[in-house]
């Protein structure tokens, strides 16, 4: 009984220092986030932090395993396999997940695309655990091509690969300008486009 | 003519500076960039660096405005009115500015792209002097299009500005994506969708 109740307590520690240190580098980048802001907000002691986190850069390894990738998958990947067809899917999510959030919260940028800005170059663990989320995504966007493929709802001469490529590319694209013009209207110019290519790959 | 010589050597200065500055963050990001180690590229004083530039930030910002900027002119704007149809110029800048970079360039990312990610939520002069390139680079693109419009190479009923910031986005996006995944073949899967996406605009 101690075990359990110890491992419990240590998997709910581990779960509130990732959530703050989430939203710190969310809204003020990797290099400019302290651990001490981070533990501020979790009332924790440094001690217990680096109990489970060795450094740093370890806690920022963490939060692009343990709270992005399971972000993207609520988001983009669980959602999508509710829809009959995936490409009304994938614009009622871009909608969703851009056009309904807050400009406030748009103004922070995709926490996925700020860090690969930020740290793919200068640390080559960072950049493979990012590469592993933007990897699953695509690979997940593409099945969910090829399921509307089997349905009927694409066409089966589409390279479905290269639709997901672009619709994660677009999305994350859409992001960097929402970010740069504090302006999320810039979204409908790409709903727009999206639409055009998604007549074209739909069966005539 | 002391005067004109010391103002000379004053823009040349400044030139070194800017140039050794904007490699410098390229590679490794504002935050990770050195005053020390810029200096030691151009071999200069601190005490030239600082007669110029108050501060690490006053020569970021000159980085945006005089190199930057250029260079989005130097890579889109101008090249652009040199085609009679600017939807083949904006392919073709694509091609050239992403596909026949090296690998190694590109991995560093767009410059523009990652400062926007790092630095426009941290500091309001660095998103307001950002944003002016981005604004300058969708106008830009805007009237090549209206002027397409006008040479019968657009439909009339097209919105420019919609195309422009879709142009932009996909490009940023692209970039994005090619650091995270150190790949350019992702370019190929979204030249394919802007073709779609122009065969739509374009005169039936």
């Not at 919260?105 to 695309?113: A, D, E, K, T, V």
């Not at 990012?130 to 690979?139: D, G, H, M, N, P």
């Amino acid at each position: 009984m101690k075990v359990k109740k110890r491992t419990r307590n240590l998997a709910e520690t581990r779960r509130r220092i990732l959530d703050a240190a989430f939203k710190e580098i969310h809204a003020h980048g990797f290099h400019a986030s302290s651990v001490d802001t981070i533990l501020e907000q979790t009332r924790l002691t440094k001690g217990a932090l680096f109990h489970q986190f060795a450094s740093k850069l370890e806690l920022g390894y963490a939060v692009v395993a343990e709270v992005l990738a399971p972000m993207m998958r609520a988001r983009w990947l669980e959602p999508l396999a509710a829809f009959e067809n995936p490409l009304e899917g994938i614009l009622h999510q871009l909608r969703a997940n851009i056009g309904d959030e807050p400009q406030a919260m748009l103004n922070l940028g995709c926490p996925l695309n700020n860090l690969i800005q930020e740290m793919a170059t200068t640390d080559r663990e960072f950049r493979r655990r990012l590469r592993l989320v933007i990897e699953e995504w695509i690979a997940g966007v593409e099945a969910e091509v090829k399921r509307g493929q089997r349905s009927g709802h694409v066409r089966p001469s589409v390279d479905a690969r290269e639709v997901a490529e672009y619709v994660v590319t677009l999305h994350e694209g859409a992001f960097s300008m929402i970010k740069a013009l504090r302006d999320k209207r810039v979204l409908w110019s790409l709903l727009t486009s999206m639409e055009t290519v998604f007549a074209g790959i739909a069966p005539p």
